[in-house]
């Protein structure tokens, strides 16, 4: 085994965050870093207590809009208000005041925004082109008091591109006749039937509703309930358009969250493609297509209005097996890297890609280490500074191989790609704190990989301080999963299993902080 050391020496001192507790993000002074042990470094997270599924996703004049939701109070789930952020880039970030407050109809929870462009609502009275929210109200009074009719659909508008939100006199605007999970709306605007669409989750099925003015709904349709998986409650549904990539086709993509019922475990989406007439949703597709094989991307919608159609992925960097006991103190959660979708027809199949935005390469900056060859039946250990917070692209011919992150404590992340089983697999096990829940480090994660389609692999990681994205054949197979390592990874070492062919680690370079 040969030992090379690549030193990497970060001459910027981090400066301590003198956040006061238990004030609204609002109030917190911001720093240009966070310090917090596990705090990302390039991964949007909430100041301070608990956030989770990303919400209102939307561009408008220059501005991407994130909101999310948000507990003010604790690091612990609770009474569910909307966050808002907003980033010119999607990779730096100004936290802003809370956006949404429960009130008499109820807690606040996931849904979507629109630029209301024509003004359909009549919301605007001089000229200003109003964003819409719509989301669910969760009235947690009649959930304790037995009913199935406690949640409901509002909505809210901004004239001043949600800086500041007023709730619709009239909500609820859809009501609610005995659905027990009756939620996360999200709308865009049909330009062949020149309405709303609106598609929500009701337990085990999706429905659409259309409507002129955002105000008045009528249902149209249903879809799902003998098709993807259903081993959970589904949620936070999102309908879109997408050519598939080089061809004139167009067809349409559904993304269901479900909980629980992910192929390793707990929270994770699922996706269908199919044609979308105006009213109904079909897909001749039975069994479920996963966004994501890592157990730490759900809740993932995409943006509304966003510059050249582009559909941007934002996801939940959790799972609700144990998204309330992951060791961080002040704050709780991220948010995945922004992400493209794009359609792609895989050996007679569709397939949805997903990938780091462009923008994210600008954080990409000094090199640690590049060009390493790996033979046949051999291996490599690359010492590295920095690794916690690093972007890696390797390619490689061989199909058997195993990369594994390492510290000076012996916390190791492994990454294995075998060609017997035809599956990736990731191992966090032994990765650092993984005893604070029993099913964080109980088991490995596997994705199926077919190697027949390729004959070499590209394969993108990028690793943040709790974090890592793994992305092969730019994005045809995505695994996203959080580690606690007690110290950072320091140590690379990259085995080459394979008889015959070679491993080629193009580069590992550091990723700037977004903050």
């Given at each position: ?65 994130l909101f999310y939701q948000y507990y003010p109070e604790d690091i612990v789930w609770g009474p569910m208000h909307w966050g808002h952020a907003t980033s010119k880039d999607l990779m730096h970030w100004e936290h802003k005041p809370i956006a949404l407050y429960p009130d008499e109809h109820g807690l606040i929870f996931s849904g979507s925004a629109v630029v209301d462009k024509n003004n359909t609502s009549g919301f605007a009275k001089s000229g200003e082109t109003p964003l819409v929210a719509i989301f669910t109200y969760h009235l947690m009074e009649d959930e304790k008091a037995g009913s199935n009719d406690f949640q409901t659909q509002g909505i809210a508008y901004s004239l001043d591109n949600g800086d500041t939100w007023t709730k619709y006199e009239g909500n609820p605007v859809i009501g609610n006749e005995g659905i027990r999970d009756f939620r996360d709306p999200k709308v865009f605007w049909h330009e062949e039937s020149q309405q709303w669409i609106l598609t929500l989750v009701a337990g085990d099925h999706a429905k659409f509703y259309a409507s002129k003015n955002l105000k008045e ?299």
């Open positions: 085994m040969k030992i090379k050391v690549v030193f990497f020496i970060v001459t910027a001192m981090l400066a301590g965050c003198k956040e006061k507790q238990n004030k609204k993000p609002e109030q917190v002074a911001e720093e240009r870093i966070y310090t917090e042990q596990y705090r990302p470094q390039f991964h949007f997270s909430p100041p301070e207590k608990w956030m989770n599924d990303p919400n209102g996703l939307v561009y408008n004049q220059g501005i991407y809009h709904w009528k249902h149209l349709s249903d879809f799902g309930k003998t098709q993807g998986a259903h081993g959970g409650v589904w949620e936070c549904p999102d309908l879109f358009p997408l050519s598939v990539e080089g061809s004139n086709e167009q067809k349409w993509v559904l993304i269901i969250s479900i909980n629980p019922g992910a192929p390793n475990g707990g929270s994770g989406t699922q996706y269908f493609i199919g044609d979308f007439d105006g009213e109904k949703f079909t897909s001749d597709q039975i069994e479920p297509k996963w966004v994501d094989y890592g157990t730490d991307n759900y809740a993932g919608v995409t943006y509304n209005n966003t510059p050249n159609g582009k559909r941007i992925f934002i996801g939940w960097m959790s799972n609700w097996d144990y998204a309330r006991d992951t060791p961080t103190q002040k704050w709780r959660s991220a948010m995945t890297l922004p992400r493209e979708l794009s359609l792609h027809k895989v050996a007679e199949d569709y397939r949805l890609k997903s990938y780091p935005v462009k923008q994210s390469e600008a954080l990409v900056s000094m090199v640690l280490a590049e060009n390493v060859l790996v033979e046949p039946h051999a291996s490599d250990t690359l010492r590295i500074d920095g690794l916690n917070q690093s972007q890696l692209e390797l390619k490689t011919v061989s199909k058997d191989f195993t990369l594994i992150f390492k510290n000076d404590m012996g916390e190791t992340l492994e990454l294995t790609l075998d060609a017997k089983s035809e599956a990736f697999i990731l191992n966090r096990m032994k990765s650092g704190k993984v005893d604070f829940q029993p099913e964080f480090g109980n088991k490995k994660h596997f994705m199926p990989v077919a190697l027949t389609e390729t004959e070499i692999f590209d394969i993108k990681i990028l690793l943040d301080w709790s974090s890592i994205e793994l992305f092969i054949d730019g994005g045809i197979y995505v695994m996203t999963d959080q580690v606690f390592p007690n110290e950072p990874y320091n140590s690379l070492i990259i085995q080459n299993e394979s008889g015959t062919s070679e491993i080629r680690l193009q580069s590992i370079k550091h990723m700037e902080s977004a903050w």
